[in-house]
């Protein structure tokens, strides 16, 4: 009898660990008692081969009984052991440096290692002499070990568990986590009293019985803290459960999750006030009645029970309505439990309605844009992709409009980054009340920068031309930004599905391919793909290609453009204009190469040699015995921005030995409307040189005319828009009269461009404009053209 109840007792402990592995969420923790609890198993299991001699030989007996102490003698390590798993794995507390040298893996190891020691020793005569046989007329005889000269090496087992017991204690007092403190505490107290209990074996007359009651107590200890802080950490329960129902009922009803319990017949045992209050009901109302007892239906969802023989803890996420309609998110463990009367399945339910909705936020941040809110490029590849084969099933067209902002860099450059953005949203806005207001299947998106797109659906040419002009009309109006007026245009390339590709990608590209079109020619459009703009895309990439090469093989080459001055009738200054010609692709434009320049950032090394060659040239003029005159040189705002422009200006100067009197920087308002402080300081340093600034292209830009008194400029450019055909302009010359106006009273001189008619040129003689430029006073010509038709006749 005691060999099968022995035996019984063996097995707990090891089933038990088994359980704790499926149920513990903690990997870590649930591995380590499982290890404990199987050794104590291997101890019981040793003790019960004691109680074999009907079974066995004496001689077998003593083999299994030495080959089963590693049970018993392992068990400190292992305490050990959890005490490391909790205190590094479970716990971020820092237990100081002196604790951290004690509780760590290699000591772990170490205490393994002299245990193993201990355990080898146990098979010799030294560590184990003999076992014999104590019969009892009262009690079944079992073997008893007689241990030799090295058995106090068994005792040290002892000093190692007080360690370990000593170490749990410390992580006790350190931690901060109520959960992992409250089982750590207990079950060291249960498992000291166990291990202090079952080294009562060592005692004949206890008939061997110690170890089972201390196995049995473990494995009970172990599984009903284990599983006690299982539904503390899972179900955020505060406080531990009390024997006392009615203490029970009072502490989950504080609970805010919904928690009830259901028998096999569908009775319910359990539910407490948040659960009740879920459904309009009391506890009372619930308790002990079945779902067809109650008067207000609780949801199938509730009412469905688990129960199968695994003992498996069953977890889902379930959307409900409340009593009064409102839909919640539940995230419901039930955990079957068996007790002595009967099967239940206990259920604890929390609300994720605020992380559900959470996630749905963070589900619509990643397909809109953080900034305007529009759909993003994500949601709209997405998007692309199912318009088309829904335009495939339903055998419609599909347009794609592909927009972009023109001069958005420029106006993020000058004004900054900040008034690019508040403008990006109200065109957003914008571009949304457009749509809004034509009612059709259409969507706009913003795919980065400044870039946008349109998704039209079940369209015709002639709606999808509409749409463009709507979308070109918004643009008309200046766009207020705190307290700038922002003129922008847009440029739109449009692609066709399924006449421009039948599928996303080239349907995308060919509707860039139109956008870079539109841009080609005066922007502010719209464009439909056609196959003839892929041979001028093609120009375009060509045109880069051979534009890094340029400089190297001596392509370009200076004009030079007269300027009149109106007062004296003579050529008073020239401007210098860039011109290439290539190899393969002819005379290329300046419009059409100075762009590219710009993106490819070849404009620095371009500009540099149009500075020195523009001043090499004067100079040559001047050494020639030809009277002097300024040279006018265009800046680009990549140029003005570059941190060294000071010293390339001073540097070229000082090479050319030209007088920078002679010198005439163009920059464009969109540099001068940038309120920095390196802005002028740039400015005051290029004035100290020598060189005089101007404004070039002026009145086409920023309504703000405040950096006029704050920089030190001395010319005005006007622009060429502005004086052609002046003379049968009224507007344009009210414009023009303004200017000449504030530039006489900043003490600024003007040139007028774009003087192409003598019309124009007898218009500016009747005002205070001091000097002209354009085609009917000059063509841009070469160096030796110029001097020619111009320098010989002074």
Request: proline share 3%; hydrophobic share 45%; net charge negative.
């Given at each position: 009898?005691n060999l099968i109840i022995s035996t019984l007792i063996a097995v707990i402990p090891i089933l038990i660990g088994f359980l704790l592995l499926k149920?513990?969420?903690?990997?870590?923790?649930?591995?380590?008692?499982?290890?404990?609890?199987?050794?104590?198993?291997?101890?019981?299991?040793?003790?019960?081969?004691?109680?074999?001699?009907?079974?066995?030989?004496?001689?077998?007996?003593?083999?299994?009984?030495?080959?089963?102490?590693?049970?018993?003698?392992?068990?400190?390590?292992?305490?050990?052991?959890?005490?490391?798993?909790?205190?590094?794995?479970?716990?971020?507390?820092?237990?100081?440096?002196?604790?951290?040298?004690?509780?760590?893996?290699?000591?772990?190891?170490?205490?393994?290692?002299?245990?193993?020691?201990?355990?080898?020793?146990?098979?010799?005569?030294?560590?184990?002499?003999?076992?014999?046989?104590?019969?009892?007329?009262?009690?079944?005889?079992?073997?008893?070990?007689?241990?030799?000269?090295?058995?106090?090496?068994?005792?040290?087992?002892?000093?190692?568990?007080?360690?370990?017991?000593?170490?749990?204690?410390?992580?006790?007092?350190?931690?901060?986590?109520?959960?992992?403190?409250?089982?750590?505490?207990?079950?060291?107290?249960?498992?000291?009293?166990?291990?202090?209990?079952?080294?009562?074996?060592?005692?004949?007359?206890?008939?061997?019985?110690?170890?089972?009651?201390?196995?049995?107590?473990?494995?009970?200890?172990?599984?009903?803290?284990?599983?006690?802080?299982?539904?503390?950490?899972?179900?955020?329960?505060?406080?531990?459960?009390?024997?006392?129902?009615?203490?029970?009922?009072?502490?989950?009803?504080?609970?805010?999750?919904?928690?009830?319990?259901?028998?096999?017949?569908?009775?319910?045992?359990?539910?407490?006030?948040?659960?009740?209050?879920?459904?309009?009901?009391?506890?009372?109302?619930?308790?002990?009645?079945?779902?067809?007892?109650?008067?207000?239906?609780?949801?199938?969802?509730?009412?469905?029970?688990?129960?199968?023989?695994?003992?498996?803890?069953?977890?889902?996420?379930?959307?409900?309505?409340?009593?009064?309609?409102?839909?919640?998110?539940?995230?419901?463990?039930?955990?079957?439990?068996?007790?002595?009367?009967?099967?239940?399945?206990?259920?604890?339910?929390?609300?994720?309605?605020e992380l559900k909705e959470q996630e749905d936020k963070i589900r619509n941040l990643a397909y809109h844009d953080s900034l305007t809110q529009l759909p993003n490029r994500r949601l709209f590849d997405e998007d692309l992709n199912q318009a088309i084969k829904a335009a495939?099933?339903?055998?419609?067209?599909?347009?794609?409009?592909?927009?972009?902002?023109?001069?958005?860099?420029?106006?993020?450059?000058?004004?900054?980054?900040?008034?690019?953005?508040?403008?990006?949203?109200?065109?957003?806005?914008?571009?949304?009340?457009?749509?809004?207001?034509?009612?059709?299947?259409?969507?706009?998106?913003?795919?980065?920068?400044?870039?946008?797109?349109?998704?039209?659906?079940?369209?015709?040419?002639?709606?999808?031309?509409?749409?463009?002009?709507?979308?070109?009309?918004?643009?008309?109006?200046?766009?207020?930004?705190?307290?700038?007026?922002?003129?922008?245009?847009?440029?739109?390339?449009?692609?066709?599905?399924?006449?421009?590709?039948?599928?996303?990608?080239?349907?995308?590209?060919?509707?860039?391919?139109?956008?870079?079109?539109?841009?080609?020619?005066?922007?502010?459009?719209?464009?439909?793909?056609?196959?003839?703009?892929?041979?001028?895309?093609?120009?375009?990439?060509?045109?880069?290609?051979?534009?890094?090469?340029?400089?190297?093989?001596?392509?370009?080459?200076?004009?030079?453009?007269?300027?009149?001055?109106?007062?004296?009738?003579?050529?008073?200054?020239?401007?210098?204009?860039?011109?290439?010609?290539?190899?393969?692709?002819?005379?290329?434009?300046?419009?059409?190469?100075?762009?590219?320049?710009?993106?490819?950032?070849?404009?620095?090394?371009?500009?540099?040699?149009?500075?020195?060659?523009?001043?090499?040239?004067?100079?040559?003029?001047?050494?020639?015995?030809?009277?002097?005159?300024?040279?006018?040189?265009?800046?680009?705002?990549?140029?003005?921005?570059?941190?060294?422009?000071?010293?390339?200006?001073?540097?070229?100067?000082?090479?050319?030995?030209?007088?920078?009197?002679?010198?005439?920087?163009?920059?464009?308002?969109?540099?001068?409307?940038?309120?920095?402080?390196?802005?002028?300081?740039?400015?005051?340093?290029?004035?100290?040189?020598?060189?005089?600034?101007?404004?070039?292209?002026?009145?086409?830009?920023?309504?703000?005319?405040?950096?006029?008194?704050?920089?030190?400029?001395?010319?005005?450019?006007?622009?060429?828009?502005?004086?052609?055909?002046?003379?049968?302009?009224?507007?344009?010359?009210?414009?023009?009269?303004?200017?000449?106006?504030?530039?006489?009273?900043?003490?600024?001189?003007?040139?007028?461009?774009?003087?192409?008619?003598?019309?124009?040129?007898?218009?500016?003689?009747?005002?205070?404009?001091?000097?002209?430029?354009?085609?009917?006073?000059?063509?841009?010509?070469?160096?030796?053209?110029?001097?020619?038709?111009?320098?010989?006749?002074?």
């Amino acid at each position: 009898m005691n060999l099968i109840i022995s035996t019984l007792i063996a097995v707990i402990p090891i089933l038990i660990g088994f359980l704790l592995l499926k149920i513990l969420r903690e990997k870590k923790l649930s591995r380590t008692l499982f290890l404990f609890l199987f050794l104590a198993s291997v101890w019981q299991f040793d003790v019960t081969v004691l109680y074999a001699y009907s079974f066995l030989s004496k001689e077998s007996i003593d083999f299994w009984f030495r080959l089963l102490r590693i049970g018993s003698i392992m068990l400190s390590p292992a305490l050990f052991h959890i005490a490391y798993s909790i205190g590094k794995e479970m716990i971020t507390d820092n237990l100081g440096i002196a604790w951290n040298l004690l509780i760590n893996k290699y000591v772990v190891f170490l205490f393994y290692f002299w245990s193993l020691i201990v355990y080898l020793l146990g098979w010799g005569k030294e560590g184990i002499e003999d076992i014999i046989l104590i019969e009892s007329d009262k009690h079944a005889s079992f073997y008893f070990p007689i241990y030799g000269a090295h058995s106090w090496a068994f005792h040290s087992n002892v000093a190692l568990f007080i360690v370990g017991v000593i170490a749990c204690v410390v992580l006790i007092l350190e931690m901060k986590n109520d959960e992992y403190r409250s089982f750590l505490f207990f079950f060291i107290i249960a498992i000291t009293i166990g291990y202090a209990f079952g080294m009562l074996n060592i005692i004949p007359e206890t008939m061997l019985y110690p170890s089972g009651i201390a196995v049995v107590f473990f494995a009970i200890s172990t599984f009903v803290l284990s599983l006690r802080l299982h539904v503390q950490v899972v179900n955020k329960m505060n406080q531990a459960l009390d024997n006392q129902r009615s203490f029970l009922q009072k502490l989950i009803d504080l609970n805010p999750n919904y928690i009830y319990a259901k028998n096999q017949d569908g009775i319910y045992t359990l539910a407490n006030k948040a659960f009740a209050d879920l459904h309009g009901l009391d506890s009372k109302d619930i308790i002990g009645k079945s779902d067809e007892d109650v008067e207000k239906k609780i949801p199938e969802y509730f009412s469905k029970t688990e129960f199968d023989n695994t003992d498996n803890v069953y977890a889902t996420e379930e959307e409900i309505r409340d009593v009064r309609g409102n839909k919640k998110w539940l995230k419901t463990y039930k955990i079957p439990v068996q007790t002595a009367e009967e099967s239940l399945v206990l259920g604890v339910s929390s609300d994720i309605t605020e992380l559900k909705e959470q996630e749905d936020k963070i589900r619509n941040l990643a397909y809109h844009d953080s900034l305007t809110q529009l759909p993003n490029r994500r949601l709209f590849d997405e998007d692309l992709n199912q318009a088309i084969k829904a335009a495939e099933k339903r055998d419609k067209q599909l347009a794609l409009l592909y927009m972009d902002l023109d001069g958005f860099k420029n106006i993020n450059d000058t004004l900054g980054h900040d008034i690019g953005d508040l403008l990006l949203i109200e065109i957003s806005s914008l571009l949304q009340s457009v749509i809004d207001e034509l009612k059709r299947q259409v969507r706009v998106y913003r795919i980065g920068g400044d870039e946008f797109t349109f998704i039209f659906q079940e369209c015709s040419i002639q709606s999808v031309s509409n749409l463009a002009h709507h979308i070109l009309d918004t643009f008309k109006k200046p766009i207020v930004v705190e307290k700038y007026s922002l003129y922008i245009t847009p440029s739109i390339g449009i692609s066709i599905y399924p006449d421009n590709g039948e599928h996303s990608i080239k349907l995308m590209k060919h509707a860039d391919a139109a956008m870079y079109a539109v841009k080609e020619k005066n922007k502010n459009g719209f464009e439909f793909y056609t196959p003839e703009i892929n041979k001028s895309l093609h120009r375009k990439m060509t045109i880069e290609k051979q534009l890094r090469m340029a400089l190297e093989n001596n392509e370009f080459k200076l004009n030079f453009q007269p300027q009149l001055n109106l007062r004296s009738k003579e050529i008073s200054g020239v401007e210098a204009l860039i011109r290439w010609n290539n190899n393969e692709l002819g005379n290329v434009t300046p419009g059409e190469f100075i762009s590219l320049a710009e993106e490819t950032n070849l404009i620095l090394p371009i500009g540099k040699w149009i500075l020195r060659e523009a001043c090499l040239q004067n100079k040559k003029w001047q050494e020639q015995g030809l009277p002097p005159l300024k040279i006018a040189v265009n800046i680009s705002m990549k140029q003005f921005n570059e941190h060294n422009f000071i010293e390339s200006v001073s540097q070229i100067l000082n090479e050319t030995k030209l007088d920078p009197k002679y010198l005439e920087l163009e920059i464009t308002e969109g540099i001068a409307i940038m309120d920095h402080t390196f802005t002028i300081e740039k400015l005051h340093e290029l004035k100290n040189l020598g060189v005089k600034i101007s404004i070039d292209d002026f009145g086409t830009g920023y309504s703000s005319f405040g950096y006029l008194q704050k920089y030190p400029i001395n010319i005005l450019k006007i622009d060429k828009s502005f004086i052609t055909g002046i003379s049968n302009n009224k507007e344009n010359a009210a414009i023009v009269k303004c200017i000449l106006s504030l530039a006489q009273h900043l003490f600024l001189d003007v040139v007028a461009e774009g003087v192409e008619t003598k019309a124009d040129l007898d218009f500016l003689l009747q005002t205070t404009c001091k000097y002209a430029q354009g085609y009917y006073i000059g063509h841009p010509m070469s160096a030796d053209t110029f001097e020619r038709k111009f320098l010989s006749m002074k």
